[in-house]
């Protein structure tokens, strides 16, 4: 029997959400979520290498728990370490047993996700794990922490990937493919489908093609193998323009290595916002993502959504599900990134597709869907019980 509240009505089913961070990219799911439960997003704030602006969707309710936050580097590609942050979510002891979710949902594989199971085994409600890693991302990954993900995989009965990468690294760990409901990271298609109502008159006199990247500038994103790539192509007498969208640590010397190199035509333009970036993708002939390592890449959602043709690192998550494979490259081999970079500047790549683009909207219903028909499941196992 569903409990009810003080003037008789049906209470809605709660869910419990357990994140490290809220990403503003996971808002269109979580605002869909609460329409549909009493959502409560659980989190441990902010991390120190991030620069969100969250604008929370009425109707969200999100809670930041206590939680001990520890630095560390991450070897990813080509000897290139990055700056990540482990979370111990202690304030999920109390806040879980407070809030007496209907249904769980944790992301990733840590301690987080272990108080998240054990909690939804003495409280009897359904366990979701939300898994974006591939084979690459997590090909370090050892020990007791094998060990942890091998056990979730054993025991927890419905995961969410997000890409067929994702999937493959959750088939490799043992998970049955009947427990994985695959989606995709999502952008709001709105923000980037419509032109808007800006131009880019600085760009009426600088050499086309336009090349553009977009990211962190950090080692890991592989922006200086970019910069190395298009030094070789101005040796060879070719003329175009890069644009550099986004601020980090690295941008410095990014300067500087593009100044040593001689090129004429490179601008790092800062951070911009969606707007500004949406034109700046309809402006590009290419966007180059040339990463080491990424889970995913929702810059290639972006670019794809405004109709640019992209040129993709094979270490995002979103290659395989987004591109065709002459659009996709090897950042840490010379001669594919020369070849790749070739046929960018030549015009010679793929159109982009975004029938391939699952919507925030549709990655919602699916996951709203599932969880639906878990609560039934888990309601009427207990009724027989």
């Known amino acids: 029997m569903n409990p009810v509240t003080n003037n008789g009505k049906q209470r809605r089913k709660r869910l419990a959400v357990l994140v490290n961070t809220i990403a503003p990219y996971r808002l269109p799911i979580y605002e869909a979520f609460s329409r549909e439960f009493q959502t409560l997003v659980l989190h ?3 991390e120190a290498n991030r620069n969100w602006n969250l604008d929370i969707p009425g109707g969200l309710e999100t809670q930041k728990v206590l939680t001990v936050k520890l630095r560390r580097q991450k070897i990813t590609s ?37 108080l998240g199971f054990f909690f939804a085994r003495l409280l009897r409600v359904p366990f979701w794990v939300w898994w974006e890693g591939t084979p690459y991302t997590e090909r370090y990954v050892r020990g007791w922490k094998l060990r942890v993900r091998r056990f979730l995989a054993r025991h927890v009965e419905h995961w969410a990937s997000f890409g067929n990468d994702s999937t493959k690294y959750l088939r490799e760990l043992g998970v049955p493919e009947e427990n994985i409901l695959q989606v995709q990271n999502c952008v709001p298609h709105e923000n980037f489908e419509r032109a808007p109502d800006i ?18 500038l950090i080692a890991r994103k592989g922006i200086v193998r970019l910069i190395d790539a298009c030094g070789r192509q101005s040796a060879k007498g070719r003329q175009f323009t890069l644009l550099i969208a986004g601020d980090g640590p690295r941008r410095k010397h990014l300067e500087t290595t593009a100044r040593n ?24 002939d290419a ?6 390592e990424d889970v995913w890449g929702l810059v ?46 030549e015009g010679r790549l793929a159109p982009s ?33």
């Open 44 to 46: 441990g704030g902010s």
């Open 78 to 114: 080509d000897n290139v370490t990055d700056t990540r942050f482990v979370h111990f979510n202690a304030g999920l002891l109390w806040w879980i047993p407070a809030f007496r979710p209907d249904v769980i949902v944790s992301n990733e594989m840590g301690s987080r996700t272990i």
């Open 261 to 284: 190199l001689g090129l004429e035509h490179v601008h790092f333009l800062s951070h911009q916002s969606q707007e500004r970036l949406n034109s700046l993708y309809r402006h590009s």
């Open 199 to 216: 131009g880019e008159k600085d760009l009426d006199g600088e050499p086309r093609p336009i090349l553009l990247a977009v990211g962190q």
């Open 300 to 345: 290639v959602n972006e670019a794809i959504l405004a109709g640019c043709p992209v040129l993709c690192s094979r270490y995002a998550g979103c290659a395989e599900d987004l591109l065709p494979p002459q659009n996709i490259f090897d950042p840490l081999s010379q001669e594919s990134f020369d070849l790749a970079l070739d046929a960018a500047i």
């Open 353 to 385: 597709d975004p029938a391939r683009l699952i919507s925030c909207d549709e990655v919602a219903r699916r996951l709203i869907v599932a969880l639906k028909l878990d609560l039934e499941e888990s309601v009427a196992g207990h009724a027989k019980a």
């Open 287 to 292: 966007f180059i993502f040339p990463t080491l």
